[in-house]
């Protein structure tokens, strides 16, 4: 069945280091996939997105890696400051006859420490 | 950036009232979706409607559950009998139209069923 799970349910990086969050996703006829930063009380905010086909995208601050062989996908925030604080979630979009809805992931919680 | 506005952001029942949930619809967007966040849990699919029908719904979307868009106005979601376990966060979720458009979420109505 379609699931996409993260691989830490945590994490907390010092301000100013990098950080990298981990998902794993298991549905092969996915083929956009996006990532989602939730603060408390509020709706998912999209961060960035990428296609399968392509392996990297970069925004600012932020890059997402996708690796299709072992269906993971990864986002890396650079130079983590305090509003980076948040749940993230990733989430897969498969393409079946043309119907379209987001699966998203467990969400890990991102705690950037002073 | 448009913004999706739900409302109300908050909406305390009781057990077997009928609540509606409202979404105002950004313009020309064309697909809706409904999604549930259970209190520390994922969000979850309920249903997708675009073309006043609905396209996809998951099996959380109950006899209980409806949707509707009369005359182009705010996309509702409909609670006939509401149950202690209905309580989450609902978000709308819209997309622009076919193709690998972003999908941009409400800030969410928060039901509580007493």
Redesign the interface.
Known sequence: GESVGLHLPTLSVQEGDNSIINCAYSNSASDYFIWYKQESGKGPQFIIDIRSNMDKRQGQRVTVLLNKTVKHLSLQIAATQPGDSAVYFCAENPIIQGAQKLVFGQGTRLTINP | EPE?TQTPSHQVTQMGQEVILRCVPISNHL?F?W?RQILG?????LV?FYNNEI??KSEIFDDQFSVERPDGSNFTLKIRSTKLEDSAMY?C?Q?QG?G?Y???????T?LTVV
């Open positions: 999706v697909y979706y999604y849990q994922k969000v979850e699919f997708s396209s996809e978000f979720a997309r076919e690998y972003g999908y941009t979420f409400g800030s969410g928060r």
